[in-house]
């Protein structure tokens, strides 16, 4: 009797702390790591929050459910379906006004994305214009930062995508990049239908190395003094 009670017990222990976790993503405005759940959870391993993370993903993933649980940047963040992105665009829109950037912003946030880590006389040789004003609404916007200084003459700073640009468009990490037409269509959903498809000639050039060529193809960089 004793044993089927602890039996019986042991499932609604833990539909109760998926019940904690589900609660905890909600509220969190960053995605959240299983540390971090599981050291608020007294007596829940990081192996059985990651479980219970599992089937909170498989529940939200059936049809009728507007949102669904997405591992991006290392966590776990709640997300509108895609199917509702539209709908709830709309929405928003008619509360507040929409966060918009410039072209130019998208575009030199597309060449920052595409080839990383580059300096701002890079940037400015794939687009032909100067873009200091852009790159400091991109810093201030938490999109970009600095990534160290370039090992050439004047040691120019280096720049790089951030954590917030992984959750702004939704990414695990920079292998999850996807084509510029579809990199496009994030921007648009992101920030709004004032956003017209990137110019060919920065977005082409912006590709042509192919998603975030990584750092140790690119010249050795230190770190700023």
Do not use: C
């Amino acid at each position: 009797m004793e044993e089927t009670m602890q039996e019986s017990s042991e499932p609604l222990q833990q539909a109760s702390y998926q019940a904690a976790i589900e609660a905890i993503v909600y509220v969190a405005d960053e995605p959240v790591t299983p540390e971090q759940i599981a050291a608020v959870l007294d007596g829940v391993s990081r192996d059985a929050v990651v479980r219970a993370l599992r089937l909170l993903q498989q529940e939200y993933s059936q049809d009728g459910r507007g949102i669904e649980i997405r591992e991006v940047a290392g966590g776990y963040k709640m997300f509108t379906k895609p199917e509702h992105h539209d709908l709830v665009r709309r929405f928003v829109k008619s509360l507040t006004p929409p966060l918009k950037l410039s072209m130019a912003a998208l575009e030199t946030l597309a060449t920052i994305a595409y080839r990383q880590p580059i300096t701002v006389p890079e940037i400015q040789a794939i687009r032909g214009v100067q873009g200091a004003g852009v790159l400091k609404t991109l810093l201030e916007r938490k999109l970009i930062t600095t990534a160290g200084r370039k090992s050439v003459l004047g040691r120019p700073i280096l720049y790089k995508t951030t954590r917030e640009f992984l959750v702004q468009f939704g990414l695990s990490g920079l292998q999850d990049l996807p084509s510029m037409e579809e990199f496009e269509e994030l921007l648009k959903a992101s920030f709004g239908d004032a956003v017209r498809p990137a110019e060919p000639g920065a977005a082409e050039s912006a590709a042509a190395s192919g998603p975030a060529a990584d750092s140790s193809s690119l010249p050795s960089s230190e770190s700023d003094g």
